[in-house]
């Protein structure tokens, strides 16, 4: 196994299987790009086709994130929104945040999984999702980096496609707004990581090490129940 940093791709974790046959990728829910490649293909070769393939790959994830419109958003709730839909005389969806509820606005006739209700249901979620990131992410981090007597350079909040988080090769930290929907030791579990970066820029054995003792917590326990989540809305 092999790992390695890409200022784009971010951690990309090589590994040789036996039983590959081609060079597969993916994304798991911790934010790595973990590569598979045949015991024949050298981790040079390995990574020459992964940033060689940047593009591709990210269209790949546009791809996946286009099947969630199958899904009904119409009771989904964040940390502190709760969705709900009105049907009314209008022409055009909209939608409004107010006492703890996203009301999304939407023609008579429509259906909640109609693609078109479903995507002014998203926009409005992440609308809120970003509020809600702003107001509580900033102030979480800063404590645990004072807490862990460790310093980041610039914090970016955004939507992202698969990542939970990162930290670039000069420090600065990017955290998804998605992170709003994990309870909060799950989030202190992906902050903790992040700023663990600040000192590994790998997924090293003393990146663990350095982990679990922030933590102070069985980090493998966190990192599995992490997986089970997603960071984006389906």
């Not at 992170?179 to 790998?202: F, G």
Request: proline content about 3%; glycine content about 2%.
């Amino acid at each position: 196994m092999k790992e390695t940093y890409d200022q784009d791709l971010g951690c990309i974790r090589l590994t040789k299987r036996k039983h590959s046959k081609r060079i597969s990728v993916r994304y798991d829910p911790e934010g790595r790009l973990k590569v598979s490649l045949p015991y024949r293909v050298s981790y040079k070769a390995g990574l020459h086709y992964v940033l060689s393939n940047k593009k591709l790959i990210r269209e790949k994830i546009v791809d996946l994130q286009n099947e969630q419109y199958r899904h009904d958003l119409s009771h989904f709730h964040t940390r502190w929104h709760q969705v709900e839909v009105k049907y009314e005389k209008c022409e055009t969806t909209s939608h409004q945040i107010q006492d703890g509820k996203v009301v999304v606005r939407v023609p008579e006739g429509s259906h909640q999984q109609d693609q078109e209700v479903q995507k002014a249901i998203r926009h409005a979620l992440e609308e809120v999702l970003r509020k809600e990131a702003r107001h509580y992410l900033p102030r979480r981090l800063n404590e645990m980096a004072e807490q862990f007597n460790l310093s980041y350079n610039n914090l970016h909040i955004k939507k992202a496609q698969s990542l939970w988080g990162s930290c670039s090769s000069i420090n600065n930290i990017n955290l998804n707004i998605h992170l709003m929907r994990l309870p909060d030791h799950l989030i202190d579990y992906v902050l903790a990581h992040e700023l663990c970066h600040t000192l590994h820029k790998n997924h090293s054995q003393l990146f663990w090490r350095q982990l679990q003792q922030l933590l102070d917590q069985d980090v493998r326990k966190l990192r599995d129940e992490l997986n089970q989540y997603s960071p984006k809305l389906y």
